[in-house]
Every structure is written in C-alpha cells, then in structure tokens.
C-alpha cells in the first residue's frame, strides 16, 4: 500500500474510529492494522491525533526566544 493510499485511509476512517465506543475501536484498529501494515500502537496514535488536514494550533505566545 502506497504511502498516499494510506493517508486516504486514515482520513476515510478517521471520523468513524472517533465516534465509536471502544468495542467497535477495537474491530476498525484490528482492520487497519491489517490493511495498512502499520503497528497498532501507531495507528492508535494517527487515529487520536487532530484530524488530516486540520489547522496546525498557533503556538502559545510567550515562547522561547
């Protein structure tokens, strides 16, 4: 699977992954694992991120100079 048909992915189930209870996130991570090659702890950790594509947050002001 092509790294671009793996972002496609993710963002197909981003959204049902989040609105599921944690049953169903077990079947979707179970299935995306397997689809997508990627272990589970990264895919848990691509799928709780902010969206794809979403704003970037502004840094807090106040930062190092």
């Known amino acids: ?8 992915y ?3 189930i981003y959204q049902r992954y989040r609105q599921a209870r ?10 995306f694992c397997q689809v997508a090659g990627y ?5 848990i950790r691509l ?3 902010p969206a794809p594509g979403a704003a970037a947050p502004a840094p807090a002001p106040g930062g190092h100079v």
Not at 22 to 31: A, C, T, V
Not at 39 to 43: F, G, N, Q, S, V
């Open 10 to 12: 993710v963002q197909a």
């Open 47 to 49: 799928l709780n991120r």
């Open 39 to 43: 272990h589970r702890k990264h895919a």
């Open 1 to 8: 699977m092509s790294a671009h048909a793996k972002r496609e």
């Open 22 to 31: 944690r049953p169903e996130k077990r079947q979707i991570l179970d299935e």
